[in-house]
């Protein structure tokens, strides 16, 4: 879906669409019900079928030995287990780890896992590429491709664990927290991401805490309002501006839905939350842009109607060949996440991790080809200014 058609759900989730075969690894526990009861089965096949995918790891029908002969055979012919392909496994030297996938139909994207003292981080993409188009990320240079299903998104998780199986990350629970920070705006991919987050949540799954679950949108405000009666997972908008006429350059889709407009959506989303959860509020520091004492004082006036209830989650810009953007000095990191405090914001600076392996936050960028068109303009842009030589953006 590009922004000019506008949000709208899409209700057939893509794993159970006519002829396709049935990705039972992106159903969630009621769909499986459903289609077990379809088949004449009881729904509890359900139950049995989740644990053999999502705690046993099960790659054959044929292991799945609590389901009859007759139900193996008859999942053999319609349904898939089929999960994309590793086709690049980098390790960072500070531990993060980022891995290229390649989907059935050759499209590449990128999932990134982050090890931290008390937790472990997975970062999923939710579309192949971006329609969005935010100025300073390098995923929006690249234009969209596709959604992705259900199934690959989940796969994601399972891959990942399953490649830090053999290491010091090995431990059942590495990966603690999963976050759609990946590439894609995931409220442009509603019915998947929805159904993908029901079994990343569920016990049958991999019963991540809804606490620790977090979608990050650039601000697709109907969408928002529609989650709020679908989910309570952690929510986090990508704001990284004070007011609509930087918005605007900066994220798009501002000019579709303002700022107002958007924090009127977040206190929606908060109230059903609950009282003692809040929304955590992204804001990427970019050099002479937005990171000035007068942007900082602006972003504390923009955000008063919701000062309780935010955090405020700094991210110095990660760098990419091309982009126009600089990061800015860490003092000057430091003085607006200072000015942020005293005025009482709860403000963490997010520390780069993996920027050797172009793993950051707006890093991601797997080769894939641009139906939109938007990379090549993008690498003839870099070609007029002397930055590439072959036509490769040197990732
Ligand atoms: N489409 C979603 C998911 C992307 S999340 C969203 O917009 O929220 C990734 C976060 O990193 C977003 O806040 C995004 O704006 C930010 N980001 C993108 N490119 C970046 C870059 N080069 N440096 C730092 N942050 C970046």
């Not at 690959?152 to 990942?160: D, F, P, T």
């Not at 927290?177 to 016990?203: H, K, R, W």
């Not at 809804?210 to 405000?221: D, E, H, I, P, Q």
């Not at 990508?238 to 900066?250: C, I, K, N, V």
Request: aromatic share 6%; hydrophobic share 40%.
């Amino acid at each position: 879906m590009t922004m000019s058609e506008g949000f709208a759900i899409d209700a057939t989730p893509a794993s159970t669409a006519g002829s396709e075969p049935v990705a039972l690894l992106g159903m969630s526990k009621a769909a499986l019900e459903a289609y077990f009861q379809s088949l004449g089965e009881k729904p509890f096949r359900a139950v049995q079928v989740m644990k053999w995918l999502h705690h046993r790891d099960a790659d054959t029908f044929e292991t799945m030995t609590d389901l009859s002969q007759k139900l193996r055979a008859h999942l053999e012919a319609e349904a898939t287990l089929a999960m994309p392909d590793v086709v690049q496994d980098h390790q960072s030297r500070d531990g993060t780890r980022k891995w290229l996938f390649a989907l059935a139909d050759g499209q590449r994207i990128e999932t990134v896992f982050i090890p931290e003292k008390d937790r472990g981080t997975l970062c999923i993409s939710s579309q192949v590429g971006c329609a969005l188009d935010c100025s300073f990320c390098a995923t929006g240079k690249q234009g969209f491709n596709r959604n992705l299903t259900a199934a690959e998104i989940v796969s994601q998780v399972r891959l990942a664990r399953r490649a830090l199986k053999d290491t010091d990350f090995g431990r059942p629970k590495a990966i603690t927290n999963v976050v759609l920070m990946g590439m894609g705006e995931p409220l442009l991919n509603f019915e998947p991401v929805l159904e993908a987050i029901s079994v990343l949540l569920d016990d049958l799954g991999y019963g991540i805490s809804k606490r620790r679950l977090t979608l990050s949108t650039a601000g697709v405000v109907p969408a928002i309002r529609a989650l709020a009666g679908r989910t309570d997972v952690a929510l986090a908008i990508s704001l990284h501006a004070p007011t609509d006429a930087l918005r605007d350059q900066l994220v798009p889709i501002n000019r579709r839905y303002p700022i107002a407009e958007l924090l009127d959506a977040c206190q929606a989303y908060l109230e059903k939350l609950g009282e003692w959860r809040s929304i955590t509020v992204e804001y990427t520091l970019l050099a002479g842009v937005n990171d000035r004492p007068e942007d900082a004082e602006a972003l504390i006036a923009c955000l008063a109607p919701l000062r309780e209830r935010v955090k405020l989650n700094l991210i110095p810009f990660n760098p990419f060949p091309g982009s126009g953007y600089a990061r800015p000095a860490p003092a000057e990191v430091r003085r607006f996440q200072e000015t942020m405090m005293a005025a009482h914001y709860g403000t963490m600076v997010r520390t780069t991790r993996g920027d050797d392996i172009d793993a950051a936050c707006g890093q991601l960028a797997g080769a894939f080809d641009d139906r939109t068109k938007r990379r090549s303009r993008y690498i003839a842009r870099l070609r007029d200014h002397g930055e590439i030589v072959h036509g490769q953006t040197g990732r």
